[in-house]
């Protein structure tokens, strides 16, 4: 492939390298670094004309340190004439306020979207959105991927059997759905109300569990409180096993405690975010996006169709 080449923020060093291998394109080097007083310094070591640029950056702990950081690399890609930038974003921050509930708040996912198309992305590739309106947030073109395929097939791989798909909330249930349709499984609904951020009270099961194993799926986790209530709930359902499933692992807090006492034999995240080895449980398994974006990006600069992608018999290629 010519004309192409691939930059990468600090926030996933480990993705971004295994995309690069994956690709056969050396990674842009670049300097990043802060000043004194937080500021952060970019410079590109290499030219990039003309080319079409791959920034590979999710948002992850510190989150604006991160947006920061790719708001710079893009300005500096502007000024240094590159024909093409594409933002490969697996978290995209700011996601969860994509609509006021109470007055006098602010639509950050908006907002972050506006920072992003002004400074200069022109087109942006990201995983499992908080809600998939925000996609019209954005002026240029948004590939939102989803990455419950990628956990579907693993499951098949290992052979569960009677098998029941769980939404943890009512805003998961098309998610659910279609993680059903893949495996061919009933689903149900957890119905929870939520008195705070990150916490909820759930209030029952709409569906069978009974004697069942129950994959509970989210787009994320961040202190792990609702998911592993929600897991408590399905194995008092009478669920023979519980199995958690989630996109994004933000785990914050006591995360890690938590799911590591709930009542889930398996917990399955993609590597959409870096995952510290203080937050590695054993019961824990991550599936990489290496594999999906190397050819998400292939195609893109080639000017094929992304559709191929998203079929079922595809994704089986990606395990």
Same mark, same amino acid.
């Given at each position: 492939m010519n004309g192409i080449q691939l930059i990468a923020g600090t926030s996933h060093p480990k993705l971004a390298q295994q995309i690069s291998k994956k690709l056969k394109l050396p990674l842009v080097p670049t300097t990043i670094k802060k000043f004194a007083n937080g500021e952060i310094y970019v410079r590109l070591g290499k030219k990039v004309r003309g080319d079409d640029i791959f920034i590979i950056q999710t948002m992850t702990n510190p989150v604006n340190d991160c947006l920061m950081e790719l708001l710079i690399l893009v300005d500096a890609l502007k000024r240094s004439s590159a024909r093409r930038i594409n933002l490969i974003c697996p978290q995209m921050c700011y996601s969860r306020q994509d609509r006021r509930t109470q007055s006098h708040e602010p639509i950050t996912a908006k907002l972050v979207?506006?920072?992003? !198309?002004?400074? %200069?992305? $022109?087109?942006?590739?990201?995983?499992?959105?908080?809600?998939?309106? &925000?996609? %019209?947030?954005? $002026?240029?073109p948004v590939d939102h991927l989803v990455g419950y395929p990628l956990m579907a097939k693993y499951l098949v791989k290992k052979k569960y059997q009677d098998i029941v798909v769980v939404s943890p909330d009512m805003g998961g249930v098309k998610r659910a759905n279609k993680m059903a349709d893949l495996l061919g499984a009933p689903i149900a609904i957890i119905d929870k109300i939520r008195r705070k951020h990150n916490e909820c009270e759930v209030a029952h099961v709409v569906g069978d569990v009974k004697?069942? !194993?129950?994959?509970?799926? $989210?787009?994320?986790? $961040?202190? %792990?409180g609702s998911i592993c209530a929600a897991a408590e709930v399905v194995k008092k359902y009478g669920a023979k096993e519980v199995i958690i499933c989630a996109t994004h692992a933000l785990l914050n807090g006591k995360a890690k405690e938590n799911l590591e006492n709930c009542s889930a034999s398996k917990v399955i995240f993609l590597d959409s975010i870096p995952?510290?080895?203080?937050?590695?449980?054993?019961?824990?398994? &991550?599936? +990489?996006?290496?594999?999906?974006? *190397?050819? &998400?990006i292939y195609r893109i600069h080639m000017e094929r +169709?992304? %559709?191929?992608?998203?079929?079922?018999?595809?994704? *089986?290629?990606?395990?």
């Open positions: 979207a506006n920072l992003i !198309t002004k400074a %200069g992305v $022109d087109r942006l590739v990201t995983v499992d959105l908080h809600a998939d309106q &925000i996609q %019209g947030f954005y $002026d240029i004697g069942k !194993t129950a994959i509970l799926v $989210d787009d994320m986790i $961040d202190t %792990g995952i510290s080895k203080e937050n590695k449980i054993q019961k824990m398994k &991550i599936i +990489s996006l290496a594999p999906l974006l *190397s050819k &998400i +169709s992304l %559709g191929e992608l998203f079929k079922w018999e595809e994704q *089986s290629k990606l395990l």
